[in-house]
């Protein structure tokens, strides 16, 4: 059960191959201060807000942020939703093109969070340190298959960066869109569930706190 629940969270081999063909130019994000910080990602569907956690997760946290800076996730979509599991976007567009990325990051799975219903987390491929523009929010608690337990290609788990704290009820629409197949993709929403921007909200004084 591990082993199927952590298949749903990588891409296949050849998207990785297809990623490897050139590397969007995105400005890096500076080095972020240990801030409470919020995003706001508008969707087709409505909005949510999520808060970050850079002083758990400083390189995750500015690689997202680099992201959003350069509206790399503007028209993108939540290509892979399983209902009960979790909901995946932020490197399709729309018409299932994938988008150029930066180059894959450190995975800090190992930072403490947890895979609990409402967090974000960085989806990868079955190297631990490949992450690039996915994110998926969890729907459920999947602590026990997707939480940092080794450091090793199995174990390492997938990296918590963020929680949704306003807009959960959008998150849960997502989830119950009908979905099929788009070409060699499953779960893939038969209406285009659209990102229609991600945008910095606020940065408080105080640490974020998880």
């Known amino acids: 059960m591990k082993g199927f ?9 050849w998207v990785l191959a297809d990623a ?16 409470a910080m919020q995003i706001v990602i508008e ?3 409505g909005a949510l807000t999520a808060e970050l956690y850079p002083d758990k997760a400083p ?7 680099a992201y959003i800076d350069a509206k790399y996730y503007d028209e ?35 930072n403490g969070l947890r895979n609990e219903r409402g967090t974000l987390a960085m989806a990868r491929t079955m190297v631990v340190d490949s992450a690039t523009s996915q994110f998926f929010i969890n729907l ?13 290609d199995a174990g390492y788990g997938y990296c918590v960066f963020g929680k949704v704290i306003e ?22 929403p038969l209406e285009p569930v659209v990102i229609t921007r ?6 408080a004084a105080a640490p974020a706190t998880p």
Do not use: Y
């Open 5 to 13: 629940f952590a298949a749903l969270l990588v891409l296949p081999c």
């Open 20 to 35: 490897s063909l050139g590397t969007a130019t995105l400005q890096a994000a500076a080095p972020q201060e240990r801030k």
């Open 43 to 45: 969707t087709n569907l």
């Open 59 to 65: 390189v995750t946290v500015s690689n997202m942020l």
């Open 76 to 110: 993108t979509i939540f290509h892979r939703v399983i209902d009960g599991f979790m909901i995946q976007g932020g490197g399709f567009t729309r018409d299932m093109m994938q988008k150029k990325t930066n180059a894959p990051i450190k995975n800090e799975a190992d």
């Open 140 to 152: 459920t608690d999947n602590s026990g298959h997707l939480n940092f337990k080794a450091k090793t």
């Open 167 to 188: 807009g959960m009820d959008v998150v849960d629409k997502i989830a119950k869109t009908p979905t099929g197949f788009s070409g060699r993709h499953q779960n893939v």
């Open 198 to 203: 991600i945008r910095r909200k606020t940065e």
